[in-house]
C-alpha cells in the first residue's frame, strides 16, 4: 500500500491516543485562562458546565480551622477572579470545535525532520498512513514526545520520590459540603485535598504517610480517616489514577530551523499540585498560535521565535518551581501548605506570570499606571457614547495587535508596512481630534463600569499583543512594531 503525502501549514502532533480520556486528567481553568479563552471565543462554551470555585479551607482532625480567598478577591482588573472546575475533555472538546487545521490524535507519529524542498525549508511528519509535509509543526504530544526525543532535545529536571493519587468520584457524606477546596490534616500532615468539580463529583488528591503506591480502596480508606469523624460513602468512581511526581522542561523549544516547536507537556513537566498542567498548556497555545500565524504570512523574524522561548520556557521553569514548593509542602501543616499558595498566588491563578524586558525582545517601555509592559493587559471597561460598557476582553478578537491611543495621538502608520493587516488601532482617549488611523474610537476607558478614569500615567499609546500582554507602553509605536516585523 503506497502511503499519500499531503501537504499543509502546519501539523499538529497530539498525542497517540485516539482522543482525550473522557473523564478525568486536568479539573480547573485560572483565571488567565479563562481570559483567554474567552478572546478565543471558546469560553462561552464552558461556563455553564463548570464551577465556580475562589475559596479554600483548612481542617484539622475534624475540626474546621481556617478559610482564605485573599489571592483570588485581590485580582484587579478582571471578570473572573476564580478557578472554573471543569473537565479536560469537556476543555480539549472545546477547543477542537474550534480548530480549522487538524490535531493528529490517534496516529503515532514514527518520525519527524526538517527538509529543504526547491530551497524553502519545510517539515516532514512521517505516521504509518501518512507523511505530511508542512510549513511548521508543533510538537504537542506529551511528556514522552516522539518529536523532543526525534530532536534530541535534553528533558531535563529533577524527579522526586513522591506518588500522588488521584480519585474522581460521587460520595455521601455528613461533612458540611459546600464549593470550597478544602486540605484535610492529620497529626500534622496535609496530605489529602478535596477538590469540587463539576456535576456534584468530588476529587480527592491523596499521598500515602509512607509515599507509596496503593489500590483504590486503600485510598479510600484513607480519605475515610482524613475526614473523620465525618462519614464518607463512595457511591461511583469515574476515574482513578497514580501520579508519580515529575519535574523537567526542555532545554529548548525548537528544532535548529525553528521549523518545529514544543508545547505542554511535551516541554514541560511538573506536580499535579496548584492546578498547572493544562493552564500551562493552554497558554503555550494561545502564546504560539499567533507567532505562527506571523509566521505564515512572511514575518518569521528571530525576535518571534526567540520571544516564545524565552517567555513561555521562563513560564515553564516558574511553574516547576511553584509545584515542587507545594508538593513538599503537602507533608508539613496545612496552614502552612496554604500559606505556601498564598506565597505563589501569581502562577496558580495565572494572572501574575509576566514576561520582563531582558527577558523577552517582545515586550518595552516604561510602566504607566496600570499597563505595565510584560504584564497581562488590564480588563477594562471601554465606553461608547449612548452604549454599555463593554470589557476589553470581551471585545476583543484574536490574532491582531491593539495599539491604544490614550490621549488622541496619531501615531501614523505607514500604508505600506510591514505590519499592515496584523494592527488595529482604538482610541479611547474620548478627544474630538481622535487619532486618524483609529478603526475605533471610545469616550474613556475605566477600571469600574460607571467612567471612572483608568490610572494609565503619561503614557501616549498602549500595545496590547495578541495574547493580551501589555508589549509596549511609550511614545515609539513604530519602533516597537517595527521590531517585532523586522
Not at 471543569?86 to 519527524?112: K, P, R
Not at 502564546?287 to 522561548?309: I, K, P, V
Request: with cysteine; aromatic share 10%; hydrophobic share 40%.
Amino acid at each position: 500500500m503506497s502511503i499519500k503525502e499531503i501537504y499543509a501549514d502546519v501539523t499538529i502532533i497530539g498525542d497517540k491516543a485516539p482522543t482525550s480520556l473522557p473523564v478525568g486528567r486536568a479539573d480547573a481553568l485560572n483565571a488567565r485562562s479563562q481570559q483567554t479563552l474567552e478572546v478565543v471565543g471558546v469560553l462561552d462554551k464552558l461556563e455553564p458546565k463548570g464551577l465556580k470555585c475562589n475559596t479554600s479551607s483548612t481542617f484539622s482532625d475534624g475540626n474546621f480551622v481556617s478559610r482564605q480567598n485573599d489571592w483570588w478577591v485581590s485580582l484587579k482588573n478582571t471578570a473572573r477572579p476564580n478557578f472554573l472546575m471543569i473537565g479536560q475533555a469537556d476543555v480539549e472538546a472545546a477547543m477542537h470545535s474550534m480548530l480549522d487545521i487538524t490535531c493528529h490524535h490517534g496516529h503515532e507519529a514514527l518520525n519527524i525532520e526538517e527538509v529543504t524542498i526547491d530551497g524553502e525549508d519545510y517539515v516532514r511528519t512521517t505516521f504509518a498512513d501518512k507523511v505530511i509535509v508542512s510549513r511548521y509543526a508543533v510538537g504537542a504530544d506529551g511528556a514522552k514526545s516522539l518529536v523532543r526525543n526525534t530532536l534530541n532535545i535534553p528533558f531535563e529536571g529533577d524527579k522526586p520520590n513522591m506518588v500522588w493519587h488521584v480519585l474522581d468520584t460521587f460520595i455521601d457524606t455528613d461533612f458540611p459540603v459546600c464549593p470550597e477546596i478544602i486540605t484535610f490534616q492529620v497529626a500534622g500532615q496535609a496530605r489529602i485535598s478535596w477538590i469540587p468539580r463539576e456535576r456534584g463529583m468530588a476529587r480527592f488528591y491523596t499521598l500515602l504517610e509512607d509515599n507509596s503506591a496503593a489500590d483504590q480502596p486503600r485510598i479510600e480508606a484513607e480519605i475515610r480517616k482524613f475526614l473523620a469523624p465525618y462519614r464518607v460513602d463512595f457511591q461511583r468512581t469515574e476515574w482513578f489514577s497514580i501520579f508519580e511526581v515529575k519535574e523537567r522542561v526542555a532545554r529548548t523549544y525548537f528544532s535548529p530551523k525553528r521549523r518545529i516547536a514544543l508545547a505542554g507537556d511535551a516541554a514541560h513537566i511538573h506536580s499535579v499540585n496548584g492546578g498547572q498542567g493544562l493552564n500551562t498548556g493552554q497558554a503555550d497555545a494561545f502564546a504560539l498560535a499567533w507567532r505562527l500565524l506571523l509566521a505564515l504570512q512572511g514575518h518569521a523574524t528571530e525576535a518571534l521565535w526567540q520571544s516564545y522561548e524565552d517567555e513561555r520556557r521562563a513560564c515553564a521553569v516558574g511553574v516547576i518551581d511553584v509545584a515542587a514548593k507545594l508538593v513538599r509542602s503537602t507533608v508539613k501543616t496545612a496552614k502552612e501548605y496554604v500559606g505556601m499558595i498564598e506565597k505563589n498566588a501569581g502562577y496558580i491563578t495565572g494572572m501574575g506570570v509576566a514576561y520582563p524586558e531582558g527577558v523577552t525582545p517582545l515586550v518595552a517601555g516604561t510602566a504607566q499606571g496600570i499597563f505595565v509592559p510584560g504584564h497581562r493587559a488590564p480588563d477594562v471597561f471601554l465606553h461608547e457614547e449612548g452604549e454599555e460598557p463593554q470589557r476589553l476582553y470581551s471585545a476583543r478578537k484574536y490574532g491582531k495587535f491593539l495599539v491604544l491611543s490614550l490621549r488622541g495621538r496619531s501615531w501614523a502608520p505607514p500604508k505600506d508596512a510591514k505590519w499592515a493587516g496584523f494592527v488595529d488601532t482604538w482610541d479611547v482617549s474620548g478627544a474630538p481630534e481622535k487619532a486618524p488611523e483609529a478603526d475605533r474610537a471610545y469616550a474613556c476607558i475605566s477600571n469600574v463600569p460607571d467612567k471612572t478614569s483608568v490610572e494609565a500615567g503619561e503614557a501616549a499609546f498602549v500595545v496590547i499583543r495578541p495574547d493580551m500582554y501589555t508589549g509596549y507602553v511609550g511614545e515609539d509605536v513604530r519602533g516597537y512594531l517595527g521590531k517585532v516585523f523586522a
